[in-house]
């Protein structure tokens, strides 16, 4: 059941991928609660729904852990793999 667009990927499975939460359903509880915000083109957004899709170039900040991550989309993984492989999915971002 693997149709997804390889253009995207979906809001909750990525934060899980990247290792920013223990499971799926942490990430997709604190998507819902709007508490991620997205840049895209220029753009910025809130990401309200966990299926909501991710695009590489995308710019993500979100505070978790009492830490403000900010973040840019470079890759969506294929599992969620080891840190090492995690941290590849990302880079981080300065402060504007």
Not at 6 to 30: E, I, Q, Y
Not at 45 to 51: G, L
């Amino acid at each position: 059941m693997s149709d997804e667009d390889p253009g995207h990927c979906r809001a909750d499975v990525w934060l899980w991928r990247a290792r920013f939460f223990k499971t799926r359903s942490l990430a997709g509880r604190f998507v819902e609660e709007g508490r991620i915000r997205l840049t895209r083109t220029g753009v910025e957004s809130r990401v309200d729904k966990p299926s909501r899709g991710l695009r590489i170039g995308d710019a993500l900040m979100f505070a978790i852990g009492g830490r403000v991550v900010s973040v840019r989309v470079l890759g969506f993984g294929e599992r969620r793999g080891p840190a090492t492989e995690a941290r590849e999915l990302y880079e981080a971002v300065g402060s504007e």
